[in-house]
């Protein structure tokens, strides 16, 4: 008999990859979408449309797993994230399935070390770092009441579908042979190919009961410098761009005029302070992690933004 895994926001870049991940592993998928959104749900899944923290805990019936790729623009990070979260922790809880929640590095603040493990201590500099800090709390706080869940912590995303620095800001303008990185060219930054973290995603799952009730693993993903970064664009797309740097300095002036500036001020530390994300714990936990190597990862995520490689 299949497992069922009902995935929140089905519709995203990472609920997608995801469903389709799942689904190719066997798994019986519930791809959870907004009313009227059912196209955007993975093919061969089965589409639930809905609206409210009730009916996610009613979608979730019979499912062992439940997956809140849910993720607020950054414009409403404020007004959504905690609900967004609290409709994964209710759904899981309720049903006795295991939570997988998708971790990012804002939690770590703007004195994080270079190296970032599960045993990193947590001291966010940024509003929305403090409010991901207190998701991951409430979610270890369901688990002490009886749920299990698994965070998976990586860096931005890139690879199937659009919405992330790769393709908002460093890749915005290639069609015009510019590529704007957000920092300095020789300082380490951690992406994630969306197709591998979802495949890692199911590899956890798999094994979720060999876990204690909540864990956490880092999913290590593409550790590179801009510089390393821009020199695979240049030599997949076969010319050498004219690479500009963001103006920080203007986002956080001029750019706190608009509600996008006012949000994405936040972000600078994270371009300027050089970290990536330990693994080790995830290698011993599912054996060899997924890693797609750069120069395709990045080929493949440009073809799917329609440039051509």
């Known amino acids: ?10 519709g995203g870049r990472l609920g997608y990859a995801a469903g389709e991940a799942f689904r190719d592993a066997g798994w019986h998928v519930k791809s959870l979408v907004r009313p009227g959104k059912a196209a955007w749900a993975p093919p061969k899944t089965e589409v639930v449309e809905v609206v409210t923290r009730d009916s996610a805990v009613e979608a979730a019936r019979g499912c062992a797993v439940v997956l809140n790729a849910l993720n607020p623009a950054i414009t409403m990070w404020r007004r959504d994230a905690m609900s967004h979260a609290y409709a994964g922790i209710a759904a899981a809880e309720a049903n006795g399935a295991t939570l997988l ?23 966010p500099t940024m509003e929305k770092g403090r ?41 915005k303008e290639l069609e015009r042979n510019r590529i704007t990185y957000p920092g300095p060219d020789d300082v380490i930054h951690p992406w994630a190919y969306v197709p591998d973290l979802a495949e890692t995603a199911v590899l956890l799952a ?7 009730s909540f864990e956490t693993f880092g999913f290590p993903g593409h550790a590179i410098t801009g510089r390393e970064l821009i020199r695979t664009i240049e030599a997949i797309t076969g010319n050498a761009a004219n690479v500009r740097h963001m103006s920080w300095w203007m986002l956080k002036t001029v750019g706190r005029l608009t509600a ?8 600078e530390y994270l371009w300027t302070v050089p970290h990536r994300i330990d693994g080790s714990k995830l290698e011993a936990a599912i054996g060899k992690i997924p890693h797609t190597p750069l120069n395709r990862a990045v080929s493949t995520t440009l073809r799917g933004l329609g440039f051509r490689t």
């Open 260 to 267: 996008v500036g006012r949000d994405l001020a936040d972000f």
């Open 131 to 171: 409010m991901r800090a207190e998701i991951e709390q409430r979610i270890k706080e369901a688990c002490d009441r009886g749920m299990r869940a698994i965070v998976l912590r990586s860096g931005d995303f890139f690879g199937s579908g659009r919405g992330s620095w790769f393709d908002l800001v460093v890749v």
């Open 101 to 123: 929640y998708p971790g990012n590095v804002w939690n770590f603040g703007q004195g994080m070390p270079e190296l970032l493990d599960e045993n990193t201590p947590m001291h």
């Open 206 to 212: 798999k094994k979720r009961d060999d876990f204690s």
């Open 1 to 10: 008999m299949k497992e069922s895994i009902l995935i929140m926001g089905a």
